[in-house]
């Protein structure tokens, strides 16, 4: 008998540190080894439990496992989002498929395997979340990163390990398919509702994924993947800022660079974006992922890449350390590049330390490692079958929980006192959106994204349509339905049935919008970019004509981007606007007509007066906005922020205590807001920053802070606001960020619109420059009266 235990390799060794422990395991790699965990191969989950096989994709073949598995695996692709299976069953699935990756070889590490959770855990049967424009519609932080965190301990719990969210791009044309992707047009929304995103997902142990990094938003007329031309001021005052917010304070563990190229350089070989920037600034010490494809697109789309292995070398030398969805640029190419000497081997051992960081800090190297995910612990893994129905993903608190962000995010745009509605006898739901399922969903919304491919399947989760809420909502009314034209079909014949339906009706919801798609499949999602902001097919028509036909209009939106309502914003007794809410987005519109929820939505986005004024946002110079030089007017018909309610808030009592600053100080001053009306309700303080003479060019006005504050009726608070002379910032002339001294103007708003306070303020001193570890926040402090 032998008692003679071999020591430890030092790699398995979980009371060292995680980057001591990837030395360890990289000085034992043979080259093809440490490429192999470089590469991720798309699989989808067997229905029946079996091992994940690979997913046969338009652009590539499939990987023969049995060859590649014995030099190891980096990342599984979506085994749960590429096709319908009960979550029991794939959580098995993917477990098995971890035990032959381990075991295939010689180091025994398993795969980190990745999701898509834009709005919510893309898997069959998974709570269906709003999309992140409505996020950015509730002004609610604190909600989302509740959500977020729900999301991240569903798919822990199944053993995934990464989810590919949030999108932090910018909105800089609302004609751009991947709208409803985005949080919003304005940087400073997207950085703190992102940020809090990335701290609920990391909460649960989920590796957040910044994308996309950087500029994809700001492409040419809006169009999926086009060039950007975009100055450096732009790019480090609008689309940089919320991935710096991110990156400081949501610490997430990834990025995934974006597609685009600007000013002619793709972000996947920006060495001074991906590195430079991002790393040797900012600090980020996580992997950079490749977007699906992208570094081969380096070759294929942008052309700056001969071949294969040029595209594997300039992807990894400008920082990108791991190859998604699947193998193709970084296996052989890669290895061809090492063995001519046209990459150094270095560079691989650079992307592969931060890899294995990763997985030794998820627990996939201990040695105790264990491929049973908590939703399987304890159930019998040898009966497939008995495990159907036993993982839940659409819990009654996550159902809860989306309801709540559905309620927070709709957006009364107007309203001539129609709504609530009392009691009407009579109903007329009219429009596209009446009684489709899936208007509620984006485009990564599982039975969108997926379950469109599979109309056999269930959509897995409860999808009432808005004429099922409306019938629970108003029991005692009498609700006629009616079509009247499809999305985004060019046939009006329906629109006369739909008049006829309306003058017999006491009022009439009218449900227009989007239908969620991809790649031309749908009016919004990746790669369905609109020409102008007129509302899809004919639905602009059945708008006019049942305007009218002279019975109250309260027009009802289900969309991914804001669009140009036209005669609407005048003439319509009321106009409800939502961003593709989510599973429970329906009873949350059915609510807000009733009145038994009470909107306090704002918009993230600017809704466009007339439709062909693209690019055109808030965020804009002098010369950008309405002028008497030009006789395009891009003025919205209701500007970012903008949102009514069903009470009044009273904002008084100013009080400016310091509008003298050094350019190193900061301001202070307090106000009082009162619920004056009669039912609680929620308001949103936003602080806007006038400068109204600097040294380059800047917008009207930006957002530097604002505060959700919810009040009963009756009620009242005292609001106290310290604004650091940081948050005056911009970059200079000389491409430095710097604080002028100068006069400045803080509007204290409920809108962009809407400025209920102008303070003067005054900083003094030199010019100040700041960097990365400026204050990024004005501190606001609710105080009860």
Not at 228 to 246: K, N, T, Y
Not at 389 to 404: H, K, Q, T
Not at 504 to 510: K, N
Not at 686 to 691: I, K, T, W
Request: charged share 20%; proline share 7%; with cysteine.
């Amino acid at each position: 008998m032998n008692d003679h235990q071999d020591p430890l390799p030092a790699w398995r060794d979980a009371s060292l540190a995680a980057e001591d422990r990837a030395d360890a395991l990289i000085a034992e790699m043979t080259l093809r080894e440490k490429t192999a965990q470089l590469v991720g191969v798309w699989v989808g989950a067997d229905e029946g439990g079996g091992e994940v096989a690979p997913h046969q994709h338009e652009m590539e073949t499939p990987p023969d496992l049995d060859e590649l598995l014995p030099y190891g695996l980096g990342q599984l692709t979506r085994p749960f989002g590429t096709a319908p299976v009960d979550p029991a069953l794939g959580a098995l699935s993917l477990l098995r498929s971890q035990q032959r990756i381990a075991g295939a070889n010689r180091f025994g590490i398993p795969a980190l395997a990745h999701e898509e959770c834009l709005a919510g855990f893309a898997a069959w049967g998974a709570t269906a979340y709003p999309v992140p424009l409505s996020w950015g519609a509730t002004f609610n932080p604190v909600l989302v990163r509740e959500m977020a965190a729900a999301i991240g301990r569903d798919m822990r719990s199944v053993g995934v390990h990464q989810g590919l969210a949030p999108v932090l791009d910018v909105v800089r044309d609302a004609r751009w398919g991947r709208v409803e992707e985005t949080i919003g047009e304005d940087p400073y929304l997207v950085g703190t509702i992102a940020t809090a995103y990335v701290q609920g997902l990391e909460s649960a142990g989920i590796v957040a994924t910044l994308k996309h990094f950087a500029g994809y938003s700001a492409s040419r007329a809006g169009r999926n993947l086009a060039p950007v031309s975009m100055g450096a001021r732009e790019r480090a005052d609008v689309i940089l800022p919320p991935f710096e917010m991110a990156v400081r304070e949501g610490r997430p563990r990834s990025v995934m660079h974006a597609y685009t190229d600007t000013d002619g350089l793709p972000s996947a070989a920006d060495e001074a974006l991906l590195t430079g920037l991002l790393r040797d600034t900012w600090g980020f010490t996580g992997t950079l992922v490749a977007d699906y494809f992208g570094i081969a697109f380096l070759k294929v789309l942008h052309g700056v890449a001969e071949d294969w292995s040029e595209a594997a070398g300039l992807a990894l030398a400008s920082g990108v350390d791991i190859e998604l969805p699947t193998v193709k640029t970084f296996g052989q190419p890669l290895l061809d590049a090492v063995a001519s000497g046209a990459v150094p081997e270095a560079l691989i051992d650079r992307a592969l330390r931060r890899a294995l960081v990763q997985k030794a800090q998820l627990g996939l190297l201990d040695a105790d490692w264990n491929p049973v995910p908590e939703a399987l612990a304890g159930a019998d893994l040898d009966h497939p079958r008995a495990l159907r129905g036993l993982v839940d993903l659409d819990r009654a608190e996550n159902r809860a929980l989306a309801a709540r962000i559905a309620e927070q995010a709709v957006v009364l745009l107007r309203n001539d006192g129609v709504l609530p509605l009392r009691r009407p006898a009579r109903i007329a739901l009219i429009g596209p959106n009446s009684d489709e399922p899936t208007a509620v969903l984006g485009c990564y919304a599982f039975p969108v994204h997926v379950g469109g491919q599979h109309p056999e399947t269930p959509h897995g989760i409860e999808l009432p349509t808005l004429r099922e809420a409306l019938a629970e909502e108003f029991v005692d009314s009498e609700m006629t339905t009616v079509r009247g034209v499809t999305v985004d079909g060019e046939d009006v014949g329906g629109i006369a049935e739909a008049v006829r339906a309306a003058r017999l009706a006491d009022v009439v919801v009218l449900a227009l919008g989007d239908r969620a798609g991809l790649f031309g499949r749908g009016t919004s999602g990746e790669g369905c970019d609109a020409r102008t902001l007129e509302l899809p097919g004919q639905q602009k028509a059945l708008l006019e004509a049942v305007l009218d036909a002279g019975t109250p209009v309260v027009v009802t939106l289900l969309a991914g981007r804001p669009y140009a309502l036209g005669r609407a914003v005048g003439e319509a007794a009321a106009i409800v606007q939502s961003f593709f809410p989510g599973e429970a987005g329906t009873h949350a519109l059915a609510g807000v007509l009733s009145g038994r929820v009470n909107p306090s939505g704002r918009l993230p986005v600017s809704v466009p007066a007339h439709p062909g004024v693209q690019p055109s946002t808030y965020l804009a110079a002098r010369l950008a906005q309405a002028s008497e030089v030009s006789s395009s007017d891009p003025t919205p018909a209701y500007g970012f922020g903008h949102g009514l309610g069903y009470t009044e808030f009273t904002w008084s009592g100013l009080e400016v205590q310091v509008d003298l600053a050094g350019t190193d100080g900061a301001f202070r001053l307090a106000f009082e807001l009162h619920n004056t009306g009669a039912r609680a309700g929620g308001d949103v303080v936003q602080l806007y920053l006038h400068d109204p003479v600097a040294s380059v060019v800047q917008p009207v006005q930006r957002l530097v802070g604002y505060r959700r504050i919810d009040l009963d009726a009756g009620t009242g608070c005292r609001v106290e606001v310290e604004l650091p002379a940081d948050l005056a910032s911009f970059t200079g002339r000389e491409g430095r960020r710097i604080v002028e001294p100068g006069g400045l103007e803080l509007r204290i708003s409920a809108s962009s619109t809407d400025v209920r306070f102008a303070v003067p303020l005054r900083l003094s001193g030199p010019v100040r420059p700041v960097d990365h570890t400026r204050r990024l926040h004005p501190t606001v402090t609710v105080r009860d009266l």
